[in-house]
């Protein structure tokens, strides 16, 4: 806290890694240590209770000395130069032990704020490793293998089936399936052919493809990602102390006021009464509860959450999460499961379900597509001969043998929808993907596919509104399935379509709009987003390391009604803060005309300063009541051994787009 207080040099990302635990942080090692020794000075006589004491102070007071002195260097002041004069007052005083406590104490506080808001970077490096090391350029009608670094604006990028691209570009030509859950987060891969932009970290998928290199390794997609998590991580760390704001006008005006005290004194009466009172006035404006007020519930706050599964990485993001107004909701593993499953499947009269399914899951056998798994999930493996001749047909769907005949599985107009177009309309308004499946040149009938929205989303939706806060949801995904999914979530604002850099500018907008914002994703494309908002909360323990890097708070597990359940806990823990830094500013605002007028000795000031420690701890403990986190009743989800109940259709009204986006992912995004 003394660095952060003084305005000391902020470590860069990476260098520093988070303590794995209490015991790991430097400052409370240090605290424990200052701490027995100032116990020990009390049972050792004279005059090894001295050498303890002064053992105390100076193990105490190396955790805020040097960042204090640092600061000062760059004219820059803090509490810690504050506790550091303090300290020497009561040493001139001939007080020290009071020196002693007041340095164990001061470590204490620095111990626990700065394991509070402790944290890694090593997410935002991993990223980076997305792109490959080499690409393949054609230069002057050659192949040549260039490392990545080395690309130029302009160059043509080979890119083979199964690779990541290594810079943005535009497709020349080929056609393929992408995976760019980096850029957009959703797990459907986007069918791209000539013309189509893609982005730096997305995997090819079967076709061959050249581009047209757009940005430079310094200047991609990836590399503007990290610089949005970075800036927005450094305009927080000028704040991210809670006693840095409290520190700027304090610090300065009791200098100020000693200072006055000494030089007034001295010339209206005796310079050395006037002189130890100056002395005593810096001891009793010593913030030791002041410090210690914020840490303390900070350490309870967390300590409670993190038992309910909500993980919170210090004080100012508890402050962050308590005020927002606004919470931004990213679709895909967020309100929704990001797992695609077979909500419908629409048979031609004649024809049951299950040849449906058959058809399509012979076709779909040997494939590694999102769609197809959530396909084979329907029917029996053990039952299923995989089909002859199966071809990808980039855009469109898949063409093969099965039984002998003709079989054909693909959007609507690759396959025609013939009896059926009602059906698909219907299907695609409530945000599904659809199939259809013929063979034999026989339309069979059509298979949606979904990605589900969370059964509990709803209900938390509801809560955050009860709580007051606008509601916004956030998607890279199509702006039709974005607003089936919005309709059933409740949620009337919804903004589609959009890339990582698209969510950070809207959550800015949205400060600007209404107050602070809370951003909640789970993806690496919703970083610059989170680490842009004032709280930035990654969903579920699975999320991304960058997504939890880039992230504030961390919801362990995916029920989300925790959301509510969090910001409930953190604006008690608020209202405990704000009474703890009133009260020990109270304290101090009593102490100081005292002790400068003679009333207050120095003993009783000390006495002062350890009854108010007391009260502020003690007052502190209590933003660790649970009452705001409720235990919720575990949902069945997929995969945990408990069937998942599927909700029907209906349950996603259709919703008119006003200008529904075209079908940019071909069979596989509509």
Known sequence: MADACCATDTPGPGTA???????????????????????ASLLLPGPWDTGATWAALLVGAATFVPGTVRGLLKGRLGVGL???????????????????????????????????????????????DLVPPTATVRRGGTETEVAAAELRVGDVLLVKPGERIATDGV??????????????????????????????GCVNGSGALELTVTATARDNSLARLVHIVHEAQERKGASQRLAQKFARPLVPGVLV????????????????????????????????????????AVVAAIGTASKAGVLVKGGAAVEALGKVKVVALDKTGTLTRNEPVVIDVVPVAGTDRARVLAVAATLEARSEHPLAAAILAEVDARDLTP?????????????????????????????????????????????????????????????????EIRPEAAEAVKALRGQGIRVVMLTGDNARTAAAIGAAAGIDDVRAELLPQDKARIVTELRAAHGPVAMVGDGINDAPALATADAGIAMGAMGSDVAVEAADIALMGEDLRRLPDAIAHTRAARRVFTQNLVMSGGILVALVPL?????????????????????????????????????????????????????PVPVLVPVPVAAAAPDSCGCCCD
């Open 171 to 200: 497709i020349a030509s080929g056609r393929s399936a992408l995976d760019m859950s980096v850029v957009t987060g959703e797990s459907v891969p986007v069918e791209a052919g000539p013309g189509a932009e893609v982005f730096a």
């Open 387 to 451: 089909g002859e001749e199966v071809e990808a047909v980039p855009g469109n769907g898949l063409t093969g043998t099965v039984d002998g005949g003709t079989a054909r599985l693909g959007k609507p107009g690759f396959v025609e929808a013939g009896p059926l177009a009602d059906d698909v309309l219907r299907l695609q308004d409530a945000g599904a993907t659809v199939v259809l499946v013929e063979h034999d040149r026989v339309l069979l009938g059509a298979v949606a596919v979904r990605d």
């Open 17 to 39: 890694p988070a303590p794995a635990a209490i015991w790991q942080v430097r400052e409370l090692q240090a605290a424990a240590a200052s701490g027995l020794l100032l116990l």
């Open 82 to 128: 504050l506790m550091t004069i303090a300290a020497v007052g009561a040493v001139a005083l001939g007080e020290y032990g009071e020196a002693a406590t007041l340095a164990f104490l001061f470590s204490v506080a620095e111990g626990l704020e700065g394991y509070a808001v402790a944290r890694t970077q090593h997410g935002l490096r991993a990223l980076l």
């Open 257 to 296: 006021l000693a200072a006055l005290i000494a030089a007034v004194g001295s010339l209206l009466g005796d310079p050395a009464v006037w002189i130890e009172r100056s002395l005593v006035v810096l001891v009793a404006a010593a913030p030791c509860a002041f410090a210690l007020s914020v840490p303390v």
């Open 595 to 647: 002790a400068a007028t003679g009333v207050l000795g120095l003993a009783t000031v000390v006495a002062s300063h350890e009854l108010a420690e007391v009260l502020v701890i003690g007052n502190g403990i209590r933003a660790g009541r649970r009452r705001h986190l409720p235990a919720h009743v575990a949902l069945r989800e997929v995969g945990r051994g408990v069937p998942y109940v599927r909700q």
